[in-house]
């Protein structure tokens, strides 16, 4: 099974993940993260300080990125994300702005103005949503769907707010049911949700739920986290 753990910021998908892996022995995808991306693509800047230029720069090289990995593990694996959560986070700032920072004081049915250059964006997006989705529709037999559930973190790192991760995860939402890919929303803590998704996709069962946990929390805690202006500058 090629199976998908969708959801937005800070909802879990990592740790879950890599949890569900270990958990299942199912292979989990790698792709390099937007703060392994950044210092390349946009050396010396913040995500909040790109330009809709270097946003497009970034969301293309990740879907490449992924796109190879899936392809080698074509017979089944575990995936943080999709594409998806790629075209969509860059299809919402049509709605918030490049940097969705800047419009919290707007209402939710308010838009940020629309410049000439977030109106050529919102067609990039537009035609580049076709092709994301053709390739997931194509790619994945399921998702989980993780709802959020958690606090947004802080971390000086993710340019967001709750409205632009409830635009998102709607979003994220209907376009699964739009590409009629089966999706089943699980929460609770990780056990349970290990437990819960191996139920659902009648998955295989390799070690035992905390063990797998243990696993995948140190796996997590080698993940390097910087922002990514320290990972510029440690490169340099």
Same mark, same amino acid.
């Given at each position: 099974? +090629?199976?998908?753990? /969708?959801?937005?910021?800070?909802?879990?998908? $990592?740790?879950?993940?890599?949890?569900?892996?270990?958990?299942?022995?199912?292979?989990?995808?790698?792709?390099?993260?937007?703060? @392994?991306?950044?210092?390349?693509?946009?050396?010396?800047?913040?995500?909040?300080?790109?330009?809709?230029?270097?946003?497009?720069?970034?969301?293309?090289?990740?879907?490449?990125?992924?796109?190879?990995?899936?392809?080698?593990?074509?017979?089944?694996?575990?995936?943080?994300? /999709? /594409?998806?959560? @790629?075209?969509?986070?860059?299809?919402?700032?049509? $709605?918030?702005?490049?940097?969705?920072?800047?419009?919290?004081?707007?209402?939710?049915?308010?838009?940020?103005?629309?410049?000439?250059?977030?109106?050529?964006?919102?067609?990039?997006?537009?035609?580049?949503?076709?092709?994301?989705?053709?390739?997931?529709?194509? $790619?994945?037999?399921?998702?989980?769907?993780?709802?959020?559930?958690? *606090?947004?973190?802080?971390?000086?790192?993710?340019?967001?707010?709750?409205?632009?991760?409830?635009?998102?995860?709607?979003?994220?939402?209907?376009?699964?049911?739009?590409?009629?890919?089966?999706?089943?929303?699980?929460?609770? /803590?990780? *056990?349970?949700?290990?437990?819960?998704?191996?139920?659902?996709?009648?998955? *295989?069962?390799?070690?035992?739920?905390?063990?797998?946990?243990?696993?995948?929390?140190?796996?997590?805690?080698?993940?390097?986290? +910087?922002? @990514?202006?320290?990972?510029?500058?440690?490169?340099?």
């Amino acid at each position: 099974m +090629r199976l998908g753990i /969708s959801g937005t910021y800070s909802s879990g998908k $990592t740790i879950t993940g890599m949890a569900l892996s270990h958990y299942t022995g199912i292979p989990r995808t790698r792709a390099k993260t937007m703060r @392994e991306i950044l210092p390349e693509a946009a050396p010396g800047k913040a995500l909040e300080e790109c330009t809709a230029a270097e946003l497009l720069q970034m969301i293309v090289v990740r879907h490449v990125d992924r796109a190879v990995h899936e392809s080698r593990l074509w017979d089944g694996f575990i995936s943080d994300g /999709s /594409s998806l959560q @790629e075209w969509i986070y860059g299809a919402v700032r049509v $709605t918030v702005g490049i940097n969705p920072n800047d419009s919290v004081h707007l209402s939710d049915l308010e838009s940020v103005e629309k410049t000439p250059e977030l109106a050529f964006f919102e067609e990039v997006m537009e035609q580049i949503g076709h092709a994301f989705k053709r390739h997931v529709k194509a $790619t994945f037999d399921a998702f989980v769907h993780l709802p959020n559930e958690l *606090p947004l973190a802080a971390d000086g790192h993710r340019p967001v707010n709750e409205r632009f991760r409830s635009l998102s995860d709607e979003h994220l939402k209907a376009t699964l049911t739009e590409l009629g890919i089966p999706y089943h929303v699980v929460g609770g /803590s990780l *056990p349970e949700r290990l437990r819960r998704i191996t139920e659902i996709f009648d998955l *295989p069962v390799a070690r035992d739920v905390d063990s797998a946990i243990a696993l995948a929390e140190a796996e997590y805690a080698a993940m390097d986290v +910087r922002v @990514e202006t320290e990972r510029a500058a440690a490169v340099v």
